[in-house]
């Protein structure tokens, strides 16, 4: 028997234990021994919850005892989150975690002390909730050259975006009634502003090109400025307005970037809609692999914590290698990488098109009689800082939004 303790009783915690209590025997089956949890840390009591009986409020009562070998941190955030991971691996204590705040800022240190002590330090929940991929970038793909990560790694977003484009609503509109759903927090600015999925490509990236991707480096936009508008336009010329993470490798290269992206029913990310997830992953010798489902909940994320723990029980004194250093990847400036852009501008379209199209040259303009005194275009090509230069001289642009294939 592996006894483990399980650090905040929460959302993602209190479905650890669900998970663990519902498929015991089959848990115990894959793991080759039963799985007791001993300990749940929570600064608060349940009364009337079975649990109770195993709830701490110190952690040192977790540290001391020598049974516990597998920690599962569930609380969320960097501190104490950090110093409590820290330790637990110092005194020879296995760690998993679902904590992408933490991983992020993180994850090369706890991956090499891990590594040290002949423990492991495993995250598979951390990034897309219940859809494995940590596991598929650091064991199943090892044999491709990773050229692009593109993923849709936040539900919040994706739900809001969905619903506009359904609904014709307006963003703050819709962000009221996930929030009504509890699809997004009463502090929404984590989602809505790219940084939940910073932080996810940020993890991604570090393990595909096997260095440390610091995530305040990482160019990112969020949502807030998409309109009911900017929806209509793009449906008009058969697009979907989602928010991207890519990482992506172009002559050797690396360029990663949060925003907003419009994409055409080609691209395999098209159909991800409401609060599902979609990975993308393209290998120079695979090819292009897709990653769909549930991005986060209760449940499905508590699941890849499990089986990050039944990895874990499975490989108890073996370190089971993750490709991430602590030497810091240089990424690419962003201003060099190269897109189309779609552009909503003030005025008529007669009367502007010899304008733009002499800074831009040959566009593709679109129109919506229901929408007056502005319109849109689609650029050709080009790169950040060609479209920022040649932006500055146009008067009126409203919004643009990069144009994916």
């Not at 006894?3 to 915690?13: E, K, P, S």
């Not at 970037?257 to 990310?269: D, F, K, R, S, Y």
């Amino acid at each position: 028997m592996i006894n483990i303790a399980v650090l905040g009783y929460g959302t993602v915690g209190s479905g650890v234990v669900e998970v663990i209590h519902t498929n015991h025997e089959s848990i115990a089956k894959k793991a080759r021994q039963e799985i007791n949890i001993k300990y749940v840390l929570d600064l608060r009591d349940f009364p009337g919850d079975s649990i109770q009986e195993k709830i701490v409020h110190d952690f040192e009562v977790i540290l001391k005892d020598e049974e516990i070998k597998i920690v599962v941190e569930v609380m969320g955030g960097v501190n104490p989150a950090y110093t409590f991971v820290k330790s637990a691996l110092e005194h020879g204590k296995s760690v998993v975690t679902s904590n992408k705040e933490l991983v992020a800022k993180h994850g090369s240190e706890l991956i090499a002390l891990a590594k040290e002590k002949k423990l492991n330090f495993l995250f598979e929940a951390s990034v897309g909730g219940g859809i494995p991929i940590i596991r598929p970038l650091n064991q199943s793909l090892t044999a491709d050259e990773i050229c692009e990560i593109t993923g849709i790694l936040n539900g919040t977003t994706n739900y809001i975006l969905t619903k506009m484009r359904v609904d014709g609503s307006d963003f703050n509109e819709v962000l009221k009634e996930a929030q009504a759903l509890g699809y997004a927090e009463r502090n929404p600015e984590a989602d809505i502003e790219g940084y939940d999925t910073c932080r996810k490509i940020a993890i991604l990236s570090s393990l595909a090109f096997g260095s440390q991707v610091d995530y305040e480096d990482v160019y990112t936009e969020g949502i807030t400025n998409i309109t009911a508008k900017d929806i209509l336009f793009a449906d008009q010329c058969g697009y979907s307005i989602k928010l991207f993470g890519t990482s992506k490798k172009v002559d050797g290269k690396i360029y990663i970037m949060v925003a907003p992206a419009m994409i055409t029913e080609e691209n395999p990310l098209y159909s991800v809609n409401g609060v599902y997830n979609g990975i993308f992953v393209k290998g120079n010798v695979l090819g292009d692999v897709m990653f769909y489902g549930s991005g986060a909940g209760k449940l499905p994320t508590a699941s890849a914590v499990v089986s990050d723990v039944v990895d874990e029980v499975k490989h108890i004194g073996t370190n089971i290698l993750t490709t991430w250093s602590s030497k810091k990847l240089e990424l690419a400036d962003i201003k060099d990488s190269k897109k189309r852009f779609f552009v909503r501008i003030k005025g008529n379209c007669l009367e502007r098109i010899e304008e733009i199209e002499r800074l831009f040259g040959k566009v593709h303009t679109i129109e919506l009689a229901e929408i007056k005194e502005e319109f849109a275009f689609l650029t050709e090509e080009l790169s950040e800082a060609e479209y920022a230069k040649k932006a500055e001289q146009l008067s009126g642009i409203l919004n643009r939004i990069r144009v994916y294939r």
